[in-house]
């Protein structure tokens, strides 16, 4: 499946920066449904802003993305989802109708193998919710729906999903990567110029391993990161210089 990335990331960021927003604006933690309206930083499409949820469907993928954006779990029916607390993470339960294959169910699992950050929807009751933003770890053992980890604050650095833990919230180049990316990095599968251009490793781009090499990887090759709006948060060049001739050598 091919990803619009610039759509995933322009709505992913945007409902991010709406949860940010509605938690100052409502500091006891529930989000009335009447302002789960996530306005975008710019017309997609002619489109000005998305839904943050959909009361119809747990599972929530607006037409413009194909990865699952939020998921709900209803005040009165929590389609049997539970939270395990001694290993924290949250059983979620895929849509029964239409089957495995149904294509919410597809948008989950394509989130889970992208690593994308999801809003998570939790009814206390009529009309509100407690929101938290989630990771996809893994299926389920039984096919019947997929575990989730909430997840500290997240960034947006090259369109792939970061995450920082509080103490690094304001500062955004004590992390660029995330688990997975940082293991291609530290192994010079994927390098980064000093002009803030992704590079893969041409073994990488040569290779044919299902759609997270190629989302996550193969499509990133020449793309520009994210850059910071306060220049003093940019990545150092001399830095990203040194290391990306170890990256050139290395390819």
């Known amino acids: 499946m091919s990803i619009d990335w610039k759509a995933d990331s322009l709505i992913r960021k945007a409902a991010l920066e709406w949860l940010a927003n509605a938690k100052r604006k409502y500091p006891q933690g529930a989000i009335p449904s009447a302002d789960t309206i996530i306005p975008l930083p710019e017309p997609l499409n002619g489109v000005r802003e998305i839904r943050a949820l959909s009361p119809q469907t747990g599972i929530w993928k607006p037409k413009q993305m194909q990865a699952c954006l939020s998921l709900l779990s209803s005040v009165r029916q929590l389609y049997d989802d539970y939270f395990i607390e001694d290993i924290g993470v949250i059983n979620y ?131 520009k990161i994210y850059i910071p709006r306060k220049q003093s948060d940019y990545p150092d060049r001399d830095k990203l210089d040194q290391r990306f001739e170890e990256f050139k050598q290395a390819s």
């Not at 109708?97 to 999801?118: F, K, T, V």
């Not at 009814?123 to 997929?146: A, H, M, W």
């Not at 604050?153 to 690094?168: A, C, H, I, N, T």
């Open 93 to 223: 339960k895929y849509r029964t109708a239409g089957g495995y294959n149904h294509s919410d169910n597809r948008s989950l699992r394509l989130a889970m193998e992208l690593q994308l950050p999801i809003l998570y929807f939790h009814g206390i009751s009529r009309g509100l919710y407690e929101v938290n933003v989630v990771r996809v770890v893994q299926e389920s053992t039984d096919q019947q729906g997929v575990q989730l980890e909430m997840l500290d604050q997240l960034v947006f650095l090259d369109g792939v999903r970061r995450v920082l833990s509080k103490e690094y919230e304001n500062k955004v180049e004590s992390r660029l990567l995330c688990k997975i990316h940082h293991s291609a990095y530290d192994q010079n599968m994927l390098g980064i110029s000093p002009d803030y251009l992704i590079h893969v490793n041409s073994d990488m781009l040569s290779q044919r391993d299902g759609p997270m090499l190629r989302h996550g990887f193969q499509e990133r090759n020449r793309e």
